[in-house]
């Protein structure tokens, strides 16, 4: 079972996860893959929070998520969204871009986004969050693997160590686990496949500055 309180624990570690600096973080959760049985309740919940940021300049009082970086990244985010929608995506809050001064895009929750939709298949840096129900475990692996990229991944469930073995299967260098905030100057930072070569951080990243030897020796 899936309970109330565990929902709302992992609609705490989804807004750490994905709202960092608006959504432009490189460790910011760019998809999310869904169990049908709590499926609705959850982009109703993340709806309802995405909804009640207050977006604006960061000086302001109150706010809670700022700009984008340019025009050019709210034309792209807003292309992507609009993209979706006309493939059949719906959008829960948000989804269109802001009027008046200012590169802002509000938090927007969008569900039934196709598969090759670019919301799914590229990095969106922004406050964006597209939902994909998924029925089995398998399933769910293999969605979140379908990717180019492979830095960081996040999974929530009641059962730690069934979250322990899909943490290993996920293609990517670093997981959350029952978590929304991962990075630690103590622990090793980087991904694989097209999310980058090698370690920063922790000893792993010292190795990366240092030069094996290798003597081999016959007596």
């Known amino acids: 079972m899936f309970d109330d309180a565990d929902l709302e624990k992992a609609l705490d570690g989804a807004m750490i996860a994905k709202m960092r600096n608006g959504g432009e973080a490189c460790t910011a959760a760019n998809r999310f893959y869904v169990q049908a049985g709590i499926a609705d309740m959850f982009a109703r919940g993340l709806a309802e929070r995405m909804g009640a940021m207050k977006l604006g300049a960061g000086y302001e009082d109150g706010v809670t998520c700022g700009p984008m970086i340019n025009l050019a990244a709210i034309e792209r985010i807003d292309e992507w969204v609009r ?4 493939d059949g995506a719906q959008v829960l809050v948000g989804g269109e871009m802001g009027k008046g001064d200012g590169f802002f895009y509000p938090p927007t ?4 986004v196709p598969g090759d939709a670019n919301l799914v298949r590229d990095e969106i ?3 964006v969050a597209p939902i994909t129900v998924f029925e089995t475990l398998d399933e769910a692996v293999e969605l ?10 996040y999974v929530y469930t009641e059962d730690m160590a069934k979250g322990l073995r899909v943490s290993d299967r996920f293609e990517a260098g670093m997981v959350g686990l029952n978590r929304g905030l991962v990075s630690d100057p103590a622990a090793p930072f980087g991904g694989v496949k ?6 920063e951080g922790a000893h792993h990243g010292i190795l ?6 290798y003597t081999a020796v016959s007596w």
Do not use: H, M, W
Request: proline share 3%.
């Open 125 to 127: 840096f922004g406050p």
């Open 144 to 153: 979140a693997n379908d990717s180019e990229y492979g830095l960081i991944a």
């Open 83 to 86: 993209e979706a929608v006309e």
């Open 208 to 213: 990366e500055f240092c030069e094996a030897k």
């Open 109 to 112: 929750v969008v569900t039934k």
């Open 194 to 199: 097209q999310s980058g070569l090698g370690r």
